[in-house]
């Protein structure tokens, strides 16, 4: 299986790589190896091929990069064809000086760095979150709902008779869970409170029914339902485009595009966002029936949640209190930290710039960006493409299906008008532009499979038979073309103990 993987690998010819790694339960550093090609069949096909686990002794960029290079070798794959690579934003992989990426680059100056576009998400979000005190404070209480109902079977089995999804807790090391968890909140408050002031009529611990109690006040307060409102807002959308982006046949082009309108959606969601959030949490507040606290106690309780005091003015109004000091630097700190981490992407992304407006670049601007990317895709030994023949073939194309197509669309177009050796330079350029990934998400995916096969029961397990079990389970659809028969025949004769003669 893994012949026929290598073999694909080498008729693609280019190909990136996709690295990461994660301790397994016998307390060793796995780093898995994904190899993301474009196979040519019927038609173009972007495929991420696993290639197995190695250990990695040392998590520093030199062993990794060795590890890497030595794995490559063995499989006679040239590390020459490489034109991509992709890991997380551990600075043993992303250093500029001695990460992984910067030594591979020193071996193969056309192996483009692209940080993978999840992870860098998940930063966003985490740099949000730790950008207010009120939104800390505000995933603190979350987490309080959760550890105060799964602490005693009772109180969650009260739970799930008034709540339609249950509750659930959220990760420091995967943000996608606090939209699973905020998402109970946001469509059950009104039950969840009830619950909780069942739960302290109920209790009998007086430790239990005074933060039960104060729970059921924070969760019916008017703050909280709007912090609830606008980290919804921001994080169901954050995670909606964190599922697209972490497709195995995402592109370069379609990921900056997906971004793009991302920070469009936070730019008006900065102006119209928290008018919006008063108003449903207002409603939210109506199904709870407190409207005596909004009325009588808003801002006494507002006063007491919101201390703080801005230096330059200071300023009367609760509500505006908390639109400058929660929604104002959670909303500005995703903007700027989107823009922030996603630089590096968006200049490999103009590299390619070319191939992505063929038809709205003049004869000038044409020809800069086509000796652009040449440069990018040569070494001193020579180039992958010529700028001014793709220049010209660019301009020679023939009408195409729209103006707006991606990387991989109209290289299926030049693949399905059978026009490869009539545009040689662009036909090699989309390929190597679909080769690029934008994730690791196909790592992330492999270390689910090492969980289930190296269990603690099987901890000693060996790592050419785990390597090889995970292939056949990731490659599951490599394996179901094997012949049973042949293998069943290979491992008779290796282990049968009667001798010929």
């Not at 793009?260 to 409603?283: H, I, P, S, V, W």
């Not at 038809?359 to 001193?380: A, F, P, W």
């Not at 662009?426 to 998400?441: E, H, N």
């Amino acid at each position: 299986m893994l012949d026929t993987m290598v073999t694909e690998i080498k008729q693609s010819k280019y190909y990136s790589i996709i690295l990461d790694c994660t301790p397994d339960v016998s307390h060793q550093e796995q780093m898995s190896v994904i190899i993301r090609t474009v196979i040519m069949d019927e038609a173009p096909t972007i495929k991420e091929h696993f290639l197995g686990f190695l250990v990695a002794s040392e998590t520093t960029g030199l062993g990794l990069s060795s590890l890497i290079l030595n794995r490559l070798k063995e499989l006679n794959i040239p590390f020459d064809n490489c034109r991509g690579q992709s890991y997380d934003n551990g600075a043993n992989m992303k250093g500029r000086n001695r990460g992984v990426q910067a030594r591979l680059l020193q071996k193969n100056p056309r192996a483009l760095y692209v940080p993978c576009v999840s992870h860098s998400l998940y930063l966003v979000v985490a740099d949000a979150a730790k950008a207010s005190t009120d939104a800390i404070s505000y995933f603190g209480n979350v987490q309080k709902l959760y550890t105060l109902f799964s602490a005693a079977p009772q109180r969650w089995a009260i739970l799930k008779e008034h709540l339609t999804f249950a509750l659930k807790s959220w990760s420091d090391t995967r943000w996608e869970s606090r939209v699973n968890s905020i998402e109970a909140v946001r469509y059950q408050a009104p039950n969840i409170r009830e619950v909780l002031l069942e739960v302290s009529d109920k209790v009998t611990d007086p430790l239990t029914k005074v933060e039960a109690q104060s729970l059921a006040e924070e969760v019916g307060s008017y703050r909280f339902l709007i912090c609830t409102v606008v980290w919804y807002d921001i994080l169901h959308h954050v995670n909606h485009v964190s599922k697209l982006l972490q497709s195995a046949t995402m592109q370069l082009d379609v990921a900056v595009d997906l971004l793009t309108k991302a920070n469009m959606f936070l730019t008006r969601y900065r102006d119209t966002g928290f008018a919006a959030a008063q108003a449903t949490a207002k409603d939210m507040c109506e199904e709870i029936n407190v409207e005596a606290v909004l009325k009588e106690k808003r801002m006494r309780s507002t006063k007491k949640h919101f201390a703080y005091e801005a230096p330059d003015e200071p300023i009367a109004d609760a509500m505006k209190r908390l639109e400058t000091t929660f929604f104002n630097v959670v909303v500005d700190t995703t903007i700027e930290s989107l823009k922030d981490r996603f630089e590096t992407l968006g200049e490999v992304r103009a590299r390619f710039g070319v191939l992505l407006n063929l038809k709205k670049l003049d004869r000038v601007e044409l020809c800069n960006q086509c000796d652009k990317l040449c440069s990018t895709l040569s070494t001193g030994d020579g180039g992958d493409i010529d700028g001014k023949e793709l220049a010209l073939e660019i301009t020679n194309l023939p009408s195409l299906p729209t103006c707006e197509m991606t990387a991989l669309e109209l290289l299926s177009f030049i693949h399905k008008k059978n026009l490869n050796e009539l545009y040689p330079n662009l036909w090699i350029a989309l390929r190597i532009a679909c080769t690029l990934p934008v994730t690791v998400a196909a790592a992330e995916r492999s270390f689910s499979k090492l969980k289930l096969i190296k269990t603690y029961l099987r901890s000693c397990m060996g790592q050419d038979r785990l390597t090889g079990l995970a292939i056949i389970s990731i490659n599951h659809k490599i394996g179901k073309q094997l012949s049973y028969d042949d293998i069943i025949d290979d491992f008779a004769s290796k282990k049968a103990r009667k001798q010929k003669f």
